[in-house]
């Protein structure tokens, strides 16, 4: 599995944006960018995912190097809801395991 | 989107008893789905592949007589605990692969053995 590597942790306050970075030197052409956050207590959940292009969704914006060997998922405007792990994952097309490092745990201060 | 159900949400068994737990893909099928389980405070850890119509594929250190996985149909793989004990309490999550190979999860199992 291509190795992706993350931050333990971040903090920012409510309402500001916040910049989670992934390292990934190992991308193959094939992998897509996946972003998951779990929330306490809850299953994890799909965020975003991408190629080569940057990508916006209701929930978040990924930004993918011109290289392809890191990306940054950006939270526009951080809220309370948004205290959550956040793991970047490299996936091809088709059949994917997720196997999970640590992530990164985002807190959000009011 | 797709979703995801697993049932029961919270669970508490005796020591010695077995507990099932059901995973149900609602508008998609899924002839491959994933078994993880959470310690606290940890990330998750991948148990088992679930294939429809065959046997499941363990990770390395899971038992599978222990962890009993059956997945009978396009939309339904179980998880059964056999003969439970304390060092089982733990958060359990399935999930399965969209059309796009994006991972739909469910809402996860609280089992507590007691």
């Known amino acids: 599995d291509a190795k992706t590597t993350q931050p333990n942790s971040m903090e920012s306050n409510e309402e500001e944006p916040v910049h989670l970075p992934c390292n990934h030197s190992?991308?193959?052409?094939?992998?897509?960018i996946h972003w998951y956050r779990q929330l306490p207590s809850q299953g994890p959940e799909y965020v975003i995912h991408?190629?080569?292009s940057n990508v916006n969704n209701r929930m978040a914006s990924l930004a993918i190097a011109e290289d392809r060997k890191s990306s940054t998922l950006i939270l526009h405007r951080a809220t309370l809801r948004d205290a959550a792990v956040y793991y970047c994952f490299l996936l091809s097309g088709g059949y994917n395991k997720l196997i999970f490092g640590a992530g990164t745990r985002l807190a959000v201060h009011p | 989107g797709a979703v995801v159900s697993q049932h029961p949400s919270r669970v508490i068994c005796k020591s010695g008893t077995s507990v099932k737990i059901e995973c149900r893909s609602l508008?998609?099928?899924?002839?491959?789905m994933f078994w993880y389980r959470q310690f606290p405070k940890q990330s998750l850890m991948l148990m088992a592949t679930?294939?429809?119509?065959?046997?499941?594929?363990?990770e390395q250190g899971v038992e599978k007589d222990k962890f009993l996985i059956n997945h009978a149909s396009l939309t339904l793989s179980t998880l059964t605990v056999t003969s439970a004990h304390p060092e089982d309490s733990s958060f359990y999550i399935c999930?399965?692969?969209?059309?796009?190979?994006?991972?739909?999860f469910g809402q996860g199992t609280r089992l507590t053995v007691v």
């Open positions: 190992t991308i193959s052409g094939t992998d897509y």
């Open positions: 508008d998609f099928q899924a002839t491959t």
């Open positions: 999930s399965a692969n969209g059309d796009y190979s994006e991972a739909f």
């Open positions: 991408g190629l080569t």
């Open positions: 679930s294939n429809e119509g065959s046997k499941a594929t363990y």
